[in-house]
């Protein structure tokens, strides 16, 4: 039973994962009608550093698979007065792993910091929606641009010059809004989809673990042995 609950529910994630990025293609990146602009011209590079406003445990490292999360204090440098502020809102990503999908956004309130190798940039909000251009580097267009960036097996360093000659379609604010409504939906839906995949998973291994042990018993019917 578990496990058939279980699989349904990773099924349904998959499922509901193709529609989202469906619906990511058809409306970030087939919108003919709207102008193509370069990426350059609706955000801007930040490199206001961090002298001493922030502590160590502001120090995030980004990954492809959780985004910004706090950095390991092994790697983090002794001095960090040279490390990166980003803001609320504002996207980081190692220039050298840019090509394999390693940036992020930061949900944060506050500020945060970023080692002083990675790029910071903000959007201008007047022209573009940080939310839209988050939806927008998980699309096809996004991925194959910059993986060209990165082919051969060499490690390249892509540095904000060259993220900003990325072109895409823009549309008008309200536009953007009505698009990260319906995505967003999405993306909420999958979230507690994968909330409830782990509280079950969570639980097999609980009751498992109890039969296991002996701390619960399984009663088994007893039967008349026919004389």
């Known amino acids: 039973m578990w496990a058939d609950a279980i699989d349904k529910i990773e099924q349904?994630?998959?499922?509901?994962?193709?529609?989202?990025?469906?619906?990511?293609?058809h409306h970030l990146t087939k919108q003919n009608q709207f102008t193509r602009i370069k990426l350059k011209a609706a955000t801007r590079e930040s490199t206001a550093r961090n002298g001493k406003r922030l502590g160590r445990e502001a120090i995030m490292a980004v990954t492809k698979q959780v985004g910004m999360r706090p950095m390991r204090e092994e790697t983090i440098a002794a001095a960090i007065d040279r490390y990166k502020v980003v803001r609320p809102r504002a996207f980081a990503y190692n220039p050298m792993r840019l090509n394999i999908g390693s940036i992020a956004t930061s949900s944060f309130d506050d500020d945060v910091l970023v080692s002083p190798d990675y790029v910071v940039f903000e959007c201008d909000e007047a022209k573009l929606l940080p939310g839209y251009l988050n939806h927008l580097r998980r699309t096809r267009h996004w991925a194959s641009h910059f993986?060209?960036?990165?082919?051969?097996?060499?490690?390249?360093?892509?540095?904000?010059?060259?993220l900003g000659a990325f072109a895409f379609?823009?549309?008008?604010?309200?536009?953007q809004e009505r698009v990260l409504a319906v995505l967003d939906a999405g993306v909420t839906e999958i979230e507690t989809l994968e909330s409830y995949l782990a509280a079950l998973k969570k639980q097999k291994r609980g009751l498992m673990q109890k039969l296991l042990t002996g701390q619960w018993r399984v009663p088994v019917e007893s039967k008349a042995v026919a004389a």
């Open 12 to 25: 349904l994630i998959a499922a509901k994962n193709q529609c989202l990025n469906h619906l990511r293609e």
């Open 147 to 162: 993986e060209a960036a990165g082919s051969g097996g060499v490690r390249i360093r892509i540095y904000y010059d060259d």
């Open 169 to 175: 379609p823009l549309p008008p604010l309200a536009e």
